[in-house]
């Protein structure tokens, strides 16, 4: 198996919400959907991310969807400054999305803090460096 990923899909309550958080809020580029289609993709760089109703994709997989809580996965989004985080994260919250940790020094070194998307589903906003440099 080659190591990449090419498809990340979230399960979401509404996908026409989702589209405004990514699409309208933050500016993800999607392809053109059909009228009434229950899915959404979004072209980024090195792969793809959609979006499916969560109760579709529980039962597509043959899971429960009765998930409460964490669900022990995060995405990531690196930038090059602490500035780029905290503009990011802001970017973020304005689009609807809620702060879950505001940035700060990381233990590994780094600056970073963490958004919810509205379903739920978490982002690290994530700089290697601590100053703008």
């Keep these: 198996m080659d190591p990449e990923i090419t498809l990340v899909t979230l399960g979401v309550a509404d996908v026409g919400e989702g589209i ?3 699409r309208d809020g933050l ?3 999607m392809q053109d959907r059909e009228d009434g289609s229950d899915v959404a993709f979004f072209t980024l760089d090195g792969t793809w991310l959609s979006l499916y109703p969560r109760e579709s994709l529980a ?5 429960p969807d009765d998930g409460e809580g964490f669900s022990g996965v995060t995405l990531a989004h690196n930038v090059s400054t602490r500035s780029e985080v ?3 994260l802001d970017e973020a919250v304005d689009a609807g999305g809620s702060l879950v940790k505001p940035a700060e020094e990381a233990f590994w070194g780094g600056y970073s803090g963490y958004f919810a998307d509205p379903d739920g589903h978490l982002w690290e906003v994530a700089s290697p460096r ?3 440099e």
Aim: glycine share 6%.
């Design 20 to 22: 405004e958080f990514y």
């Design 27 to 29: 500016g993800f580029p």
């Design 59 to 63: 039962e597509d997989a043959t899971v």
């Design 86 to 88: 905290d503009a990011l």
């Design 130 to 132: 601590l100053t703008d």
